[in-house]
């Protein structure tokens, strides 16, 4: 990876990190159902939400302490969405990054509450964020509750259930990835770039910088499980072929998915350069949505 | 019931019934999700959280305009409550006032995302809500967040599930009922209140009278398990002793419950006193409170 880049992850994750274990720590709260939280919170994901979140604020601002809130509050929906995405009534996941999916390390009604814990508590930080404006909060909690709600994620995941062993146009699954992770990548760059100080167009550009940006991940994702190492991933190589997922490869063939790809980190740049972001850590961060690993 | 309470109650039931339906009627997310969403939020609950608010409100305001949003986003979060705690995990609940659960009606997955996007989408609908302040907003989210989150709601729950089978002391059961039930009360109060114009010194003694409140409205449902008419209480009498569940009456005897209840009505209608709100609707909802019969 860009060693630039990899330093600018590093420090910010140590410092989402940080933060979200202070949080979660400070509160005086049932401590099973603390454990379960952090236990989710702590799972050791990519934290690449937050980390979309204070780059694009760092594109059009120097501080990143107004950002650092929004950024947690965004990573604790994330992680809301996997406990409740894993469990047996929904994907039925025992293992999730080679570790107990939360229910399976506590207990389903657990699981279920952490869940309901975490999606709460984030509202409740931008809330109390002291270094927000009233109107920045509101602004905060609006696009946080559209794109986890019922108009964004929740609505992903309800038409993802649906369509198993389904085949799907790909403008049928890219609506499904649009909602369903997209949402929360989509609010990633714009609350950064809002709470930054990025003008009204810049951020214009920005929606269609992160609709992109979105795809690129999950053409990635799917590309990564036709032929990627399987000790980097985490899973065997051809699990989506086997639970007959629709994936890009499968609608495209494998050159066409990656041919896909490299057209939507052409829009993702382009939009980039008309939000004056061409040289942020958007761009660098974009690469290396294309070309991960694991 | 007291004539003027019973037409206050039915009008704002009818304004908050009309506002549910045309927010969730209006929303352009899944079909399925909406159905689901509308299922439980039109099963016909007494709106008792919201009526609450909106007389709080109204003990220190004319209009009522701005309590609206407040007092459907209180019943949103309730209901998800229900849909969550119904769940197979949890409570393992087939019915509901006599109707098939959410997740019986339709499937344990869309029972979660429901619950999942009722909550959410409380948070939206106070974001968005062109009647209140931005300072209002974020009060508002403060409050909500706090009542239903891991401090609040959540919490009762969780402490509840642990209570199961397990002899409580007269303490340890009113900090699981301030939790689980008393937190979204309190909200409705202290919000109400706030948003009529009340002083903080009244909000305070209103803080007290809704703690009692909630307690009150707790052992009532302990005393009509025992004693009520199973026809109106949509469920056989003793199934809270069948249950083995922690209650008043286990606790103190029926007649015991009944002095503690007076006792707690004595309390509520003495921080309404010093609310100046004594002879406000929230006087008679005490009243009812203490005497309904279902």
Redesign the interface.
């Known amino acids: 990876m860009h060693e630039r880049l990899n330093q600018f992850i590093s420090e910010q994750k140590v410092a989402v990190q940080q933060e979200l274990r202070q949080h979660l720590d400070s509160?005086?709260?049932?401590e099973?159902?603390?454990a379960s939280?952090l236990y989710s919170v702590e799972a050791g994901g990519k934290r690449l939400r937050p980390v979309l979140l204070l780059a694009a604020y760092q594109a059009y601002s120097n501080d990143t302490k107004r950002a650092l809130s929004p950024a947690i509050a965004l990573e604790m929906v994330h992680t809301y969405s996997l406990i409740?995405d894993d469990?047996p009534?929904?994907d039925n996941d025992d293992l999730r990054r080679g570790q107990p999916t939360n229910?399976k390390m506590y207990?389903?009604?657990?699981a279920?509450?952490a869940?309901?814990?975490l999606?709460?508590?984030s509202?409740?930080l931008?809330?109390?964020d002291p270094h927000l404006t009233?109107?920045q909060?509101?602004r905060t909690?609006?696009l946080?509750?559209?794109a986890?709600?019922?108009?964004g994620m929740?609505?992903g995941?309800?038409?993802d259930?649906?369509a198993e062993h389904k085949a799907l146009t790909l403008e049928e699954l890219e609506t499904i990835h649009t909602l369903k992770t997209g949402a929360l990548l989509r609010f990633a760059i714009s609350t950064g770039a809002s709470l930054g100080g990025a003008e009204p167009e810049q951020i214009n550009h920005l929606g269609l910088f992160a609709y992109h940006l979105g795809l690129i991940f999950q053409v990635q994702d799917d590309i990564l499980d036709v032929s990627g190492d399987p000790d980097k991933i985490g899973k065997p190589v051809g699990s989506d072929e086997a639970n007959n997922k629709n994936t890009y490869p499968k609608l495209l063939g494998l050159e066409g998915a990656i041919a896909k790809k490299n057209h939507y980190v052409h829009k993702a740049k382009e939009s980039l350069y008309h939000a004056d972001a061409a040289s942020s850590y958007l761009a660098l961060l974009t690469d290396y949505f294309s070309s991960r690993d694991y």
């Open positions: 509160l005086d709260i049932p099973r159902l603390k939280m409740h469990l009534a929904m229910h207990d389903e009604a657990t279920i509450l869940g309901d814990a999606l709460t508590y509202f409740e931008i809330a109390n009233d109107s909060k509101v909690v609006q946080l509750s559209e986890s709600g019922p108009k929740v609505a995941q309800m038409l259930m649906k």
